[in-house]
């Protein structure tokens, strides 16, 4: 059964950072290509971040050079280091693994997999 759990979530005030876990197990971590993505009240889920097997990283421009996306696949685990972060970064971050990945990287439609999701909050 493939199962992804978020973690790192919390409250922090503007100009802090957070780093948040997914552990991924059920499956061969490796052979799925992982991203982040959020969620807001009332805003659609949009894709954060995304990594592929080989390492090669891609972000939204909102959080380009604030945010950093990495994995250990011996652990089986995805990463969000989130620095510099904003009020408006204030969402549920959810992590997500699809296998064979086609089409955009931040639409979450092609996605398998999703986890329970992370709260995250920044406050001005």
């Known amino acids: 059964q493939v199962q992804l759990a978020e973690s790192g979530g919390g409250s922090v005030q503007a100009g802090g950072s957070l780093r948040l876990s997914c552990v991924a197990s059920?499956?061969?971590?490796?052979?799925?290509?992982m991203a982040w993505f959020r969620q807001a009240p009332g805003k659609e889920r949009e894709g954060v971040a995304g990594i592929d097997s080989a390492g090669g990283t891609t972000y939204a421009d909102s959080v380009k050079g604030r945010f950093t996306i990495s994995q250990d696949n011996a652990k089986n685990t995805l990463y969000l280091q989130m620095n510099s972060l904003k009020p408006e970064d204030t969402a549920m971050y959810y992590c997500a693994a699809v296998r064979g990945l086609k089409g955009r990287w931040f639409d979450p439609g092609p996605y398998n997999y999703w986890g329970q999701g992370t709260q995250v909050t920044v406050s001005s």
């Open positions: 059920g499956y061969t971590y490796s052979y799925y290509y």
